[in-house]
């Protein structure tokens, strides 16, 4: 085996901390002989509330960080970093596939149910015109119902994934809501999945709750198919972690959310 056998090389993952790894993660059962480096921009997270031109840097610096690492494709599994940067990073890096994610608004749309669809993402996500084109493709017959979560990531970045701190976050969410009206929630970023119990706990069982990592795992295989990057080995891949934090609890938790 060469060397330069492209197919020998790790996916990169990045993030603006730890939610990414709620992609990272779907993607290791679907392609589990791929070897796998995963950024987290903890130390720089929140991206939801930064402008998008910083927001548009860091994706940059990320991506950078992946090459170095000999990334032979990169995931953008932030759904905030994709709306910011998707674009411009396909342009400067044609050469590899870059995937990104967004709210997986068609899945919530096709389960056909009666009632609201609540979209859960940071502030940027729901302002930026990436999802406002997909919000304009299904809004005629479909009651969207965009919630900004602004604070929520933090939770998840230390850590906290129960508890009542949360539990009152998320009810204060939905307070102006008629939770019986809802008929289902997308996590329209990639930490939520991580509080997806608490979140259900709040809303009840019989709201479905959807998020985007199926469908961009789906797509990584698709898209380094098409290129023929699969990796051929049999053996079980590897996974690198990293973060701009370099303290080892981080790392910690980075695993713990894998498992
Ligand atoms: N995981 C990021 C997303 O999917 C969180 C963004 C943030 O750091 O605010 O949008």
Same mark, same amino acid.
């Not at 603006?16 to 939610?19: A, C, D, Q």
């Not at 699969?230 to 080995?233: D, F, H, T, Y």
């Given at each position: 085996m060469s060397k330069n056998d492209l197919t020998e090389k790790p996916i990169g993952f990045f993030d %603006? /901390?730890? &939610?990414g790894l709620s992609v990272m993660k779907k993607a290791m059962e679907i392609l589990p002989n791929e070897d796998y480096i995963y950024f987290g921009d903890s130390k720089n997270?929140?991206? &939801?509330?930064? $402008?998008v031109e910083e927001v548009k840097e860091l994706s940059f610096n990320a991506t950078e960080f992946l090459l170095s690492k000999r990334a032979k494709a990169v995931v953008v599994a932030c759904n905030t970093a994709t709306s910011a940067a998707i674009e411009d990073l396909r342009k400067v890096y044609s050469e590899i596939p870059i995937i990104g994610i967004e709210p997986a608004l068609k899945p919530a749309v096709e389960l056909n149910k009666k009632g609201k669809i609540v979209i859960m993402a940071t502030p940027m996500t729901l302002a930026e015109k990436k999802f406002n084109k997909l919000m304009n493709k299904y809004n005629e017959n479909t009651d969207i119902y965009p919630l900004p979560c602004a604070g929520l990531v933090e939770f998840i970045e230390k850590g $906290? !994934? %129960? /508890?009542e701190e949360l539990s009152n976050f998320l009810e204060d969410k939905f307070s102006h809501l008629e939770k019986k009206e809802i008929a289902s929630v997308v996590l329209g970023c990639t930490h939520y999945p991580f509080v997806k119990d608490e979140i259900k706990k709040v809303l009840g069982e019989d709201v479905s709750i959807i998020d985007g990592s199926e469908g961009t795992a789906k797509e990584l295989k698709r898209r380094l198919q098409e290129r023929n990057l !699969?990796?051929? &080995?049999r053996r079980i891949g590897t996974v690198e972690i990293y973060n701009s934090f370099d303290n080892e609890e981080i790392i910690e938790l980075c695993y713990k959310l894998l498992k």
């Open positions: %603006s /901390g730890v &939610g997270a929140p991206y &939801g509330i930064k $402008t $906290t !994934l %129960s /508890g !699969l990796r051929k &080995g």
